[in-house]
């Protein structure tokens, strides 16, 4: 069946460092994508999205870049802070369906001071 | 006030005792969302409205059931908690499409 999967479980960076968290997708019908963080104790919260038709979108210290010919999604998180710490999941919506999310399992970052 | 809340935030029960989890929203969204969240696991979906009294099977909704009598609230309900519903709970909230799902702080169930 389709899934959403991450490359990396655990990812630790220095504070001010850049981070990079990847997510491989199998389902070439997915035509939106999310990313959200899930700090401890709390429900998961919405960073960013990017649709199939484009390739890369900025937020604020946040970078998604979507590779269609791999299928492969990335998350970059300019100067890292401690604040930055939680599990980051990715999220996919397949194409004509007009309700369902497939979620990735997690990357836990940890950023060290 | 956060917009999407849940109740109770912790839960420990024992086997075959019935369970009701609160969601309520102030968002105004029509789609509202039940996953179960297990370690090693993404979210995954139980069931979804789209509307009051819209009721939808997700992925996993055996042992499960909803209610959706108001806009702003969500129930789930475990009519004989059994050991493997023990999870983190997560109610969320969506606009006209599945864009952007708002999720509430999540229930801690432990069945024992």
């Known amino acids: 069946g389709e899934s959403v999967g991450l490359h990396l479980p655990t990812l630790s960076v220095q504070e001010g460092d850049n981070s990079i968290i990847n997510c491989a997708y199998s389902?070439?019908?997915?035509?939106?994508f999310i990313w959200y963080k899930q700090e401890s104790g709390k429900g998961p919260q919405f960073i960013i999205d990017?649709?199939?038709?484009?390739d890369k979108r900025q937020g604020q210290r946040v970078t998604v870049l979507l590779n269609k010919t791999v299928k492969h999604l990335s998350l970059q998180i300019a100067a890292t802070q401690p604040g930055d710490s939680a599990v980051y999941f990715c999220?996919?919506?397949?194409?004509?369906?007009?309700?369902?999310?497939?979620f990735g399992k997690g990357t836990l970052l940890t950023v060290n001071p | 006030d956060a917009d999407v809340t849940q109740t109770p935030r912790n839960r420990i029960t024992k086997t075959g005792k019935r369970i009701m989890l609160e969601c309520s929203q102030t968002?105004?969204?029509?789609?509202m969302y039940w996953y179960r969240q297990d370690p090693g696991l993404g979210l995954r979906l139980i069931y979804y409205?789209?509307?009051?009294?819209?009721?939808n099977k997700g992925e996993i909704s055996d042992g499960y059931s909803v209610s959706r009598q108001a806009q702003a609230k969500f129930s789930l309900s475990l009519e004989s908690a059994i050991p493997n519903q023990t999870a983190l709970y997560f109610c969320?909230?969506?606009?006209?499409?599945?864009?952007?799902?708002?999720f509430g702080p999540g229930t801690r169930l432990t069945v024992l």
């Open positions: 969320a909230t969506s606009g006209q499409s599945v864009d952007e799902q708002f």
């Open positions: 389902n070439s019908a997915s035509d939106y």
């Open positions: 990017i649709r199939s038709n484009m």
């Open positions: 999220a996919e919506n397949p194409w004509g369906s007009n309700y369902k999310l497939t």
């Open positions: 968002k105004g969204h029509d789609r």
């Open positions: 409205s789209f509307d009051v009294k819209d009721i």
